[in-house]
């Protein structure tokens, strides 16, 4: 299950300016909430019950009560609970359908959707856009910057899709701007943390795993990636009707 902090993160392009002050004042006091009345936690906002209500469900829970026992289990959970098969279950809780469906209305409007990613992650995208391009020719992957630079310069208004779990790399940040100055659509795909890309893009997507090296190499799992970018694919072959 993902933890309360997680589901703020998912869904902080939602939250009103109240609601950003509750997360801040949950934080900060996790115990005396998890143990608090809803009426006790609305009066302390100067609001009413539904408003606490509402912002629970946005974060995914089902009502107050769920909200409460979640936060009292993360509380009381080690979190070394961190398990390869905990992290997997997480990718699926992550997936907002409603985000995912205005991407996939973007890329089903555009005239052409570019994707962008490097090394393990870029071979990964490769072999996802593949997919893709048999629903709909539209789709393209590009590897070398230079390619997707030109690409950027000599379109307008189309969709660019940048992957890169740190969301720091500085190639995909360099042409992520660029097309931004553009006016072009941007969608991003990064692990679910605070990174540059998801500050210069229209829509971010995320998946969430944990950063792995063994004797130098990298062994992240790339396996929400996947996730992530395979219910796209659904989406979008069910708008399709295909």
Do not use: W
Not at 45 to 53: D, E, K, L, S, W
Not at 216 to 224: A, E, I, L, V
């Amino acid at each position: 299950m993902l933890s309360f902090q997680e589901r703020v993160k998912n869904k902080e392009n939602k939250l009103t300016e109240l609601e950003e002050d509750l997360v801040d004042y949950i934080l900060k006091n996790k115990e005396a909430v998890s143990q608090t009345k809803i009426v006790i936690l609305s009066q302390k906002f100067y609001t009413v019950p539904n408003t606490i209500t509402r912002f629970c469900k946005k974060l995914g829970y089902e009502n107050f009560s769920e909200f409460k026992m979640n936060l009292k289990q993360e509380l009381t959970t080690p979190v070394s609970m961190n398990s390869h098969k905990h992290i997997l279950l997480k990718n699926f809780e992550l997936i907002d359908k409603e985000r995912e469906m205005k991407v996939v209305q973007l890329m089903q409007r555009a005239k052409s959707v570019n994707f962008y990613a490097l090394d393990q992650t870029g071979l990964l995208t490769k072999m996802y856009v593949k997919s893709l391009f048999a629903l709909d020719d539209k789709f393209q992957f590009f590897e070398y910057q230079q390619e997707m630079k030109k690409k950027i310069l000599n379109s307008s208004h189309e969709v660019f899709f940048f992957v890169s779990l740190s969301g720091e790399t500085s190639s995909v940040l360099e042409l992520a701007e660029l097309a931004k100055s553009r006016n072009h659509k941007l969608i991003s795909l990064t692990n679910l943390t605070e990174n540059s890309l998801v500050q210069i893009v229209d829509i971010p997507l995320y998946c969430l795993t944990q950063k792995e090296e063994v004797n130098g190499y990298d062994t992240t799992d790339k396996t929400p990636l996947l996730l992530v970018l395979q219910s796209l694919y659904y989406s979008y072959r069910g708008i399709l009707h295909i």
